[in-house]
């Protein structure tokens, strides 16, 4: 079995359409979590910036979320390489994939902000959806202060990913309740994403999406490329340090144990291919399935004395002995 672990069965989808789906989901995410800021009118604000930012997110998941496992962020993505739930060639595919998504996505809202004609300048646009700290902060918080917050929520955002979609692309007979992780993932990760967008963007507008960060960099002034690093650096760190606790508290697996077919050890017992034909009787002491052979009487008997300690004899005489000796009765 493989160790990814995605919405879908690893492998049961090619990687060229699931890089594919990555792109488009980020392309969607960049589009609406950068555009939504830029458009807003100051006197009109129907729906905050964040919200439909982490709303993204969950449409992506849900339209995608099924052929990628949608992840449309980096930090996520390397989240579950360090975790040993993504191949590493698959997560280099995906990086790949969401920066030319993230790339895609800003450079049609800057086409667009070109057509508007009240927008002078597209850049200095861009400029106010695009991560910075220090001058660039609304609230002139320093390089520390972004790091430390970048490194925590990238952190919080991979957990609440590997957490939600931990159940999915297994099989078994808790159906139902990986269906329910299934349905339950998109909205877990899209209200985070919302609750930290809020907490970042009077800090810097701080994206912990390193892809988003870098679409909307490229598309302002020259300052925000200059930070860019930051963007790029601490939501890393913060999504190995997730990884690495998921990875090292063993809470991660592609299968739920409960649905792991039981395989109960059998004393003596070999290889399959030892186990007695339906017409014939097993040998004494022998057991079928985790318990004796339902045919004969004197078998089971046998195998009780087996797990009760006692030898397992051959003949009925020997079973009498047997019984005997344990009841204390000796010649």
């Known amino acids: 079995m493989s160790a990814t672990v995605s919405a879908t069965s690893p492998g049961s989808v090619r990687l060229l359409p699931r890089a594919a789906a990555e ?36 449409a992506a998941m849900v339209a995608f979320g099924a052929v990628s496992g949608g992840h449309f962020n980096p930090a996520i993505t390397v989240g579950n390489l360090i975790a040993g739930r993504t191949r590493l060639v698959d997560g280099l595919a995906y990086l790949v994939a969401q920066l030319i998504g993230a790339l895609a996505g800003a450079f049609l809202l800057f086409a667009v ?26 609230i002139q918080v320093d390089l520390a ?23 999915n692309g297994s099989s078994g007979t808790a159906g139902a309740q990986r269906k329910a992780v299934s349905l339950a993932a998109p909205i877990a990760v899209g209200l985070t994403v919302a609750v930290l967008l809020q907490l970042g963007q009077a800090v810097g507008n701080l994206a912990f999406n390193p892809a988003r960060a870098t679409g909307a960099a490229l598309f302002s002034s020259g300052w925000a490329a200059g930070q860019l690093w930051l963007f790029w650096v601490a939501p890393l760190l913060g999504a190995a340090i997730a990884g ?23 004393p003596g017992a070999g290889s399959s291919e030892d186990v007695p034909d339906a017409g014939t009787a097993p040998a004494a002491g022998g057991t079928f399935a985790g318990g004796p052979a339902p045919s004969a009487p004197a078998e089971r008997d046998d195998a009780r004395d087996f797990f009760a300690g006692g030898p397992a004899p051959s003949a009925p005489a020997e079973r009498d002995d047997a019984r005997d000796f344990f009841d204390g009765k000796r010649d």
Request: glycine fraction near 12%; avoid cysteine.
């Open 113 to 138: 902000l070109r057509t508007v004609g009240r927008i002078s300048d597209s850049r200095a646009a861009f400029d106010t959806v695009a991560s910075g700290f220090g001058e660039h902060s609304v």
């Open 244 to 266: 690495l606790v998921f990875r090292g508290f063993g809470l991660l697996s592609s299968e739920d144990a409960a649905t792991a077919p039981a395989t109960p050890a059998e």
């Open 145 to 167: 202060g972004a790091l430390l917050l970048e490194v925590i929520g990238a952190a919080l955002l991979v957990a609440v990913y590997l957490g939600a979609m931990a159940g």
């Open 23 to 58: 792109a488009l989901g980020t392309l969607f995410i960049v589009m609406i979590a950068l555009g939504v800021p830029v458009f807003t009118l100051p006197d009109a604000n129907p729906l905050p910036a964040p919200l439909a930012g982490g709303l993204a997110v969950v």
